[in-house]
T-cell receptor, first 110, second 111 residues
Framework: SQQGEEDPQALSIQEGENATMNCSYKTSINNLQWYRQNSGRGLVHLILIRSNEREKHSGRLRVTLDTSKKSSSLLITASRAADTASYFCATETGGFKTIFGAGTRLFVKA | DAGVTQSPTHLIKTRGQQVTLRCSPKSGHDTVSWYQQALGQGPQFIFQYYEEEERQRGNFPDRFSGHQFPNYSSELNVNALLLGDSALYLC??????????FGSGTRLTVV
């Protein structure tokens, strides 16, 4: 079973627009991470936010975490065609197991 | 600096056969995790190896086994292959618990 559930499952936007993806999870976490995957290849780590943090930025990425609602969001500003990929949230609940959601498929039209 | 290297990149096996997938971690990393990713799904944790021992295991049957060598490289073995084992198998390495570097994966097709 998967801990994280991303929403929406798929998102199609124009280049230059912002893209927002949401992730909900079920149990308490130590941290939450976001990854990108291009065309079924390996995952690339984007950003990690710890359970005591509320917001984190990295370039055009902004991640928020609301532990009371057990949810996180990933915002990509000024999207580019190269941002087309699947985006996954992943959680660590303790132990050494990172649990991934089913992902949001983002398509950015040039 | 090479990242995580997985071999082979693609593999076709017949139901009932056995398969071995290989992973070389990123230089300086000592921990290797394996994931199975079915088409259109997120990666599912199989197990993690550290100091040549299986440190944690996900909900996978005993047909899935692994090994870590003294140079930190790792193998994933799957016995008695089923059609449902067809997936992308991803290896990830890390030095600490949270920041994983993933390989490009091995695409396994069971026919």
């Amino acid at each position: 079973s998967q801990q994280g559930e991303e929403d929406p499952q798929a998102l199609s936007i124009q280049e230059g627009e912002n893209a927002t993806m949401n992730c909900s999870y079920k149990t308490s976490i130590n941290n939450l991470q976001w990854y990108r995957q291009n065309s079924g290849r390996g995952l690339v780590h984007l950003i990690l936010i710890r359970s005591n943090e509320r917001e984190k930025h990295s370039g055009r990425l902004r991640v928020t975490l609301d532990t009371s609602k057990k949810s996180s969001s990933l915002l990509i500003t000024a999207s580019r065609a190269a941002d087309t990929a699947s985006y996954f949230c992943a959680t660590e609940t303790g132990g050494f197991k990172t649990i991934f959601g089913a992902g949001t498929r983002l398509f950015v039209k040039a | 600096d090479a990242g995580v290297t997985q071999s082979p990149t693609h593999l076709i096996k017949t139901r009932g056969q056995q398969v071995t997938l290989r992973c070389s971690p990123k230089s300086g990393h000592d921990t290797v995790s394996w994931y199975q990713q079915a088409l259109g799904q997120g990666p599912q944790f199989i197990f993690q190896y550290y100091e040549e021992e299986e440190r944690q295991r996900g909900n996978f049957p005993d047909r899935f086994s692994g090994h870590q060598f003294p140079n930190y490289s790792s193998e994933l073995n799957v016995n008695a292959l089923l059609l449902g084992d067809s997936a992308l198998y991803l290896c990830a390495s890390s030095l600490n618990r949270y920041l994983y570097t993933f390989g490009s994966g091995t695409r396994l097709t069971v026919v």
